[in-house]
């Protein structure tokens, strides 16, 4: 197996001195020998040296810097001289490039260059120059690159001065993006053809779907009604709190936190101008009922508010003991359950409102939200007319595309079974090496774990295909990186993602 990984170690660092020595002195005489077979290039310091490896064994590398002057800017002039002005704004410089004899097979070299690409991407260069060695110049052409400039260099070390596009770089990725592993949350990749791309949601097959599908939500959620909104979980919070501001008006309530999403939902909440106090805990701190019990009868609180599944520490509130107490106080419980629901079995009979996606623990493609109720709302004047659950009440109000709601029938069709297969691969990640050394202790539930102190092997995992969770801004800040469950080739991808860990550990 080959992968790629950035150079990190003073072994790693001898041994690229060792391979430029063999490629840059021994087999193109572009620099003297010397006893210690070993060419530390001049840039050392400025360099980022990308490294492909067969298993533990350096196969090649290649190095990067986008520090002026570049190399070639010393061999031909200013690279703004012979470039386009829209490709010069952030130029890096491609260098050392060598692939060791018994390697060069093409899967050494289309392997280093995929995960230069990757990286070339999410560093948002808007090109990168190279000096291309004249025998390789159809590899170099049908990876990409294109001559700008006349040939340099002396008779025996001939080199084209080549130019990488991000335009180039794109149409590469399209065509890599197949083999990408991804361990995201949602969106979930698809495996099958859509249907009904083509049928009117006011057709008979389209209202037949819509009303199959707001009869299987209810019976997995226990709720007595279910409505199905074209929108993001965000939308179906909004309508969550525009239904509390409506049923509660003035009345106090009390909306619990601890990680970024009930964070967000607080924020929401302010923005409806409701009236509430928040009780917050530690990211993935664990609520404490009896403080919530506290807080009630201090407060003389009317509803509750709080994210069930906190997707950014993967942690699980007590859904079923704050349902208790609310029922005990009579306390109108509203619930984010936009990434728990379909991700385990639970009851939502005793909740004002719950809200959830299609896109997430279920495994359809994202774009329908669910909202999942037991008392009929009333007609509110004063909330617009797409975010007014009264309006989805008994009809299909507005534009829901068929092919949506059958993408997501078929994935309700995965139940109970899809319960049992995610708790099944919740386990794999737990019983893993990655989480007996990265992983955050919280409670778990079936759909992401999250890791802290992972970012290097994540980054390692982006050159190697694999796009593990940790790219929005809150786990960058906490130094999280996620694994989710629910895309439909965990299990392959999974075990090929710990391949990669033992071969990186080595």
Known sequence: MYWCKIATTEKEFDEIAALNYETFVEEIPQHHRNKERRLV?????????????????????????????????????????????????????????????????????????????????????????????????????????????????????????????????????????????????????????????????????????????????????GTKYAAVVVGSGTLANEMMLGLIKNACGKKRGLMLSNGEFGERLIAQAKQWELSFVTKSYRWNESFNVKEIEKLIKEQNVDWLSFVHGETSTGTLNPLKELQEL???????????????????????????????????????????????????????????????????????????????????????????????????????????????????QTEHYPIIVTFVGLEEFALCAKLNDFDLHGASSYLKQNGFVQISTIQPDFERDFAALEQLYYSFMQ
């Open 326 to 440: 609310c029922d005990a106080y009579n306390v109108k419980l509203c619930v984010d359950c936009i990434s728990s629901f379909g991700a385990l079995p639970f009851s939502l009979e005793n909740v004002f409102c719950a809200t959830a996606v299609s896109g997430k623990a279920i495994g359809a493609l994202g774009g329908l939200a669910f909202l999942l109720y037991n008392e009929a709302p009333q007609t509110a004047v004063d909330i617009p007319s797409y975010i007014n659950l009264a309006h989805y009440h008994e009809t299909m109000p507005f534009t829901v595309p068929v092919y949506l709601l059958e993408n997501t029938k078929q994935a309700l069709t995965q139940y109970p079974e899809r319960y049992h297969l995610l708790e099944k691969r919740l386990k794999t990640v737990l019983a893993s090496p990655f989480y007996t050394h990265f992983g955050l």
């Open 41 to 221: 290039d001049r840039f050392h310091h400025e360099n980022t040296y990308m490294l492909v490896y067969k298993e533990s064994e350096i196969a090649g590398m290649i190095a990067f810097r986008a520090v002026r002057p570049f190399s070639l800017d010393e061999k031909i002039g200013p690279m703004e001289e012979h470039l386009p002005k829209e490709l010069c704004g952030n130029l890096c410089e491609l260098r050392l490039l060598a692939i060791k004899k018994e390697h060069r097979n093409g899967r050494a070299m289309l392997r280093l260059f995929k995960a230069l690409y990757a990286y070339f991407y999410e560093q948002d260069f808007s090109a990168c120059v190279i000096s291309g060695t004249i025998r390789e110049v159809k590899m170099y052409i049908q990876i990409g690159f294109e001559q700008f400039a006349p040939v340099v260099g002396a008779k025996d070390a001939e080199y084209l001065p080549m130019v990488l596009t991000r335009k180039a770089i794109d149409q590469f990725r399209v065509r890599m993006m197949k083999d990408v592993k991804m361990f995201y949350p949602g969106p979930v990749k698809q495996t099958a053809p859509l249907h009904y791309t083509n049928i009117s949601h006011r057709s008979v097959d389209g209202v037949k779907l819509y009303n199959d599908m707001k009869e299987t939500l209810k019976l997995m959620s």
